[in-house]
């Protein structure tokens, strides 16, 4: 998600259709008004679009208002959001005002994401319970518009074992395209040794896992800078995930393993040249992850930005930035996200229309890729 939370009204929220303008959606480096191709040569796969539903939130403001989570970012950030009525109107719907946003900006498809945090703020009991919830209310709406709808599966990483099952229950029953995590619970990560069934089931379901950023941990620099959201919080945790789990050797591991991150790859492509100078600083070093064995990757850390990671555009329609990331890791490794409803913009979908990319490649970037990564 796009908005930095450190703005309370929903006047600051950025694209909230006609009725929340956002006053600076038209300066910087933001596209300049344009038309929509309504008849481009490829679909529009939008895949990082966000939704959410009322069981959900409403656990959230009550553990929050509880105090037994008061030092959770993640989780003050859902009970800020919860009071902003129209986001949550447009998170809830999964139905005919959704789909006519989506004609409206050339979206043929979204690929749905459950909104950061997500159910791993919660007690995982409760948690266990509204991520089932949650991936059969977005299996229905597929089911319902089975050519407008696909999702990614929700699960509670506290308790190991039910997410192993409700990532089996996802893919084998209710045929869900992969699974989202919104980043970090409680400071914990998916590269430690605990949690590797999850990784484990994932491969073995041939499930893509989107990783999805929420508040950091550490949260307070951020907020004293009005940096939790997108301009630094929200980064910075999907970059400590992405980059542990390489670390961990998740990947050599199970070879098979796709994962997601989006805008652009919180920026992290621009660094492989330096993350593969440095990874000698990793590499065989004892005790870390609280006393893991030492792990030394089989390859550079730039490779399995090419093999297992692919990167989409949520939030980030800029031509240069775009180019250089197909340039870096392939084409076949960035996939286009919007980021609705946090960020859209009719003139930022034609942007992409007009990129000087060649036919091939815009395909790939707008519908193909997604369909291969995502099995749609």
Request: glycine share 8%; hydrophobic share 40%.
């Amino acid at each position: 998600m796009s908005q930095d939370n450190s703005d309370n009204s929903e006047k600051g929220m950025r694209g909230l259709g006609n009725n929340v303008i956002n006053p600076r959606s038209h300066v910087g480096l933001a596209p300049p008004e344009a038309e929509i191709d309504y008849n481009a040569p490829y679909k529009r796969i939008a895949t990082e679009e966000a939704w959410s539903f009322p069981e959900l939130v409403e656990a959230q403001v009550r553990l929050h208002n509880s105090g037994r989570a008061s030092d959770d970012a993640s989780l003050a950030m859902a009970n800020m959001f919860a009071g902003m009525s129209a986001l949550q109107d447009i998170l809830f719907d999964l139905g005919d005002k959704r789909i006519a946003r989506m004609d409206e900006l050339g979206i043929d498809r979204q690929l749905l994401l459950l909104t950061s945090p997500g159910v791993q703020v919660l007690e995982p009991e409760e948690g266990n319970r509204l991520a089932r919830m949650s991936n059969d209310i977005a299996a229905e709406a597929c089911a319902k518009y089975p050519d407008r709808f696909s999702a990614l599966a929700a699960f509670q990483p506290q308790d190991v074992d039910g997410a192993v099952a409700e990532i089996d229950r996802a893919m084998q029953e209710l045929k869900l395209s992969g699974a989202v995590l919104n980043s970090h619970w409680k400071g914990r990560y998916l590269d430690e040794a605990e949690f590797e069934p999850i990784l484990a089931a994932l491969e073995a379901n041939d499930a893509a896992l989107y990783i999805h950023p929420t508040a950091p941990r550490y949260n307070e620099p951020y907020q004293f800078r009005g940096m939790t959201g997108a301009l630094g919080g929200f980064p910075h945790d999907v970059w400590i995930h992405t980059m542990g789990l390489i670390l961990s050797g998740a990947f050599d591991k199970y070879p098979d393993l796709r994962l997601v991150i989006g805008h652009l790859g919180e920026c992290m492509p621009l660094h492989l040249y330096r993350f593969d100078w440095m990874q000698s600083n990793a590499d065989g070093v004892p005790g870390l992850r609280g006393g893991q064995d030492p792990v030394t990757l089989e390859h550079p850390i730039s490779y399995y930005f090419k093999k297992n990671i692919w990167i989409t555009t949520s939030g980030v329609g800029w031509e240069p930035a775009i180019k250089f990331c197909m340039d870096v890791m392939g084409p076949d490794r960035v996939i286009y996200a919007m980021d609705y409803p946090y960020q859209q913009s009719g003139d930022e979908v034609a942007a992409y229309d007009r990129m000087d990319i060649s036919p091939e490649h815009k395909k790939m970037l707008m519908q193909e890729n997604a369909e291969r990564v995502f099995r749609l």
